[in-house]
C-alpha cells in the first residue's frame, strides 16, 4: 500500500511541479510524474538494503527526455525530496548505445516511447538524450549520497550478477 507521510507528499509536490513547469506542456509528461510518486512506495522501507538499478533516475530522465526546457532549480528540489527514498547504491549497468538499441527493438512489447520506432530514430533520439540521463544519475548520487557502481553492459548477465551480489554481502 502506498504510505502517504510528509516526504512523499514534499516528493510529489516537487516531481508535479517539475512536470508542469516543463516546455512544453504534455500530458504524458504529468502521467510520468505520477508513476515516479506511486513507485517511490518501494523505497520507503527503511533498514533494508536497497539497490536502485536507474528506476528514480530512469523515471526522473523519462519525465524531461522530450521537454524543450525545465526549470534546473526545480530538478534539484526533485532530487533533494528524493533524498527520503534513496537506496544504498545506484547500480548503472552501461551498455553502449547500438546494444542498448538493439535489445530494445528485440524485446517483446514494452511502454517506452522508443518502441516501434526504427531503430535509426531511436539511436538519433537517444543520442540527444542521453547526456540528460549521466547528469542526472550523477546529480542524483551527488544529492543523495547513494554510491555508483557502474556495470558493464557488455559482459554476460552471470558476471554483473557476481558484482551485485558482491555489494549485497558488503551492505549486509
Request: net charge positive; with cysteine.
Amino acid at each position: 500500500a502506498l504510505r502517504v507521510d510528509r516526504a512523499l507528499l514534499r516528493a510529489a509536490w516537487h516531481i508535479l511541479a517539475l512536470c508542469f513547469g516543463a516546455r512544453p506542456f504534455r500530458l504524458n509528461r504529468l502521467k510520468r510524474g505520477f508513476n515516479l510518486v506511486v513507485f517511490l512506495r518501494h523505497y520507503q522501507h527503511p533498514g533494508k538494503v536497497l539497490l536502485l538499478d536507474q528506476g528514480q533516475v530512469q523515471k526522473l530522465w523519462s519525465i524531461l527526455a522530450d521537454a524543450a526546457g525545465y526549470s534546473a532549480p526545480r530538478l534539484k528540489r526533485v532530487l533533494a525530496s528524493l533524498t527520503a527514498f534513496a537506496p544504498g547504491h545506484v547500480v548503472w549497468v552501461d551498455t553502449p548505445l547500438d546494444m542498448a538499441v538493439q535489445r530494445m527493438a528485440a524485446r517483446g512489447g514494452g511502454n517506452s516511447r522508443y518502441d516501434g520506432l526504427p531503430p535509426d530514430e531511436v539511436t538519433a533520439q537517444l543520442m540527444i538524450r542521453s547526456a540528460l540521463l549521466r547528469t542526472i544519475a550523477g546529480d542524483y548520487c551527488r544529492v543523495t549520497g547513494a554510491p555508483l557502481t557502474t556495470l558493464d553492459g557488455r559482459l554476460p548477465p552471470d558476471r554483473n550478477a557476481a558484482r551485485i551480489a558482491e555489494l549485497l554481502q558488503a551492505s549486509g
